[in-house]
C-alpha cells in the first residue's frame, strides 16, 4: 500500500509541474489570431526542428500533414507525440493548444525522407 502511495504522490507531482498550455477562447466557434504555418523535409531516419511557439503568445496547432503520417513523428520537447491520423493529413478541430517557447520537432522512423506541414494560429489569448 505504501509503494502505490508512493507512486500515486510521484504521477500527481510530475503532471503538476508538467508545462502546460492555457486554451484560447473561441469566438463565435472559431479561433482569432493570425494563421501561422512551418513545413519542413525530414531526412530518411533523421529528425529537425520544425518551429518554436512563441514565448509570449499562444500557438493553437489546426493541421499536421506528412506524406507517411505513420513514419513521421510530430513531437513537443515537453508535451511529448502529437497523433496524427490515418490521412496525409489531420485537422484538429479546434486545435491542440501547444505550450509557450514549446519546440515541435518531426523524427522520421527510417522509411525515407518525407516533406511535412503544420499549420496553426498564433494569438495572444
Not at 8 to 34: E, N
Not at 52 to 79: K, R, W
Amino acid at each position: 500500500m505504501r509503494t502505490a502511495t508512493t507512486i500515486f504522490t510521484i504521477t500527481f507531482a510530475l503532471l503538476l509541474s508538467a508545462p502546460h498550455a492555457d486554451a484560447q477562447s473561441l469566438k463565435k466557434g472559431t479561433l482569432s489570431g493570425v494563421l501561422s504555418s512551418a513545413s519542413a523535409t525530414v531526412p530518411n531516419a533523421g529528425s529537425v526542428n520544425l518551429l518554436t511557439t512563441p514565448a509570449n503568445e499562444f500557438f493553437i496547432l489546426t493541421q499536421y500533414c506528412a506524406e507517411d503520417p505513420g513514419g513521421v513523428i510530430l513531437s513537443g520537447n515537453t508535451m511529448g507525440n502529437i497523433v496524427p491520423g490515418p490521412d496525409e493529413c489531420t485537422s484538429y478541430d479546434p486545435g491542440i493548444a501547444i505550450p509557450l517557447n514549446e519546440t515541435l520537432s518531426l523524427t522520421d522512423d527510417g522509411g525515407g525522407e518525407q516533406d511535412a506541414l503544420i499549420n496553426g494560429v498564433v494569438s495572444k489569448k
